[in-house]
């Protein structure tokens, strides 16, 4: 039987990741996919959702990150209580491993750091944790040699290991790459973040995700299919011999 990860609505969304969490370069905040989110899921609830997104550019996992030094600051495991735990999330999405894998981290310790996150998110408060890969982008040297490590061979491990740790730790995986089907179109003119399109790809697809998984998205629309007008009227589309 399919599990149930979530059978109530949600109250508050915390997106903890890098620049392309923070939003970075869609044309307006509204159109980036942590807002695109948020307003699906309070679309289909009674009541609606509060984002808290946190993303910050240039951030990576964890200070064990080679690149670390070059990142933006604070990491991931540094900021917990103040960017998670200060706001108690239900639903809590973790962003990360395209920094990484643009600065150097290996595919294991990165894959250990993010294990040692979500253990920590845990010990502070209980969200459902969702945990994307990273995005396909098209320019691997932006950023000088601090960030030039990757290519989309490294990003497909990452990907592999992502999805290995969300289903060792009871998390949800999102294959974003998958989502974008490597699809040039969909990323901004810098070859690294996504644009207005690939951020509305990105939310729809953590959306469908959490609709598989969440019974709580879907208390409103059964209790609205009891009572609901019958709006469609297809008189005029119909022969007199009703074919």
């Given at each position: ?83 998670v735990f200060a706001h108690q999330p239900d639903l809590l999405v973790v962003s990360y ?147």
């Open positions: 039987m399919h599990k149930d990860r979530h059978p109530t609505e949600f109250r508050t969304l915390v997106t903890l990741g890098e620049s392309t969490t923070a939003g970075g370069w869609s044309s307006h905040p509204n159109r980036c996919w942590a807002s695109r989110l948020a307003a699906l899921i309070s679309d289909i609830q009674a009541h609606p959702i509060t984002l808290h997104n946190v993303g910050i550019g240039a951030n990576v996992i964890s200070t064990a990150s080679p690149c670390y030094p070059h990142s933006g600051k604070p990491a991931a495991n540094e900021r917990l209580d103040k960017h491993g395209l920094n990484d894998a643009r600065g150097g981290t290996p595919p294991a310790l990165f894959a250990a750091e993010l294990e040692s996150l979500i253990d920590a998110v845990r010990a502070g408060c209980s969200p459902l944790i969702v945990l994307p890969g990273p995005y396909f982008m098209t320019d691997f040297s932006l950023g000088g040699q601090a960030w030039s490590c990757a290519n989309l061979t490294l990003f497909k491990k990452f990907n592999i290991e992502i999805a290995s740790v969300a289903e060792e730790h009871t998390c949800l995986f999102v294959d974003l790459l998958d989502a974008n089907g490597e699809t040039p179109w969909m990323v901004h003119y810098d070859g690294v973040h996504q644009n207005d399109l690939g951020h509305r790809i990105v939310a729809n697809r953590i959306f469908e995700v959490l609709a598989k998984n969440c019974s709580g998205l879907g208390l409103k629309t059964k209790h609205a299919e009891q009572s609901s007008p019958r709006w469609r009227d297809e008189s005029t589309l119909k022969s007199d011999n009703g074919f």
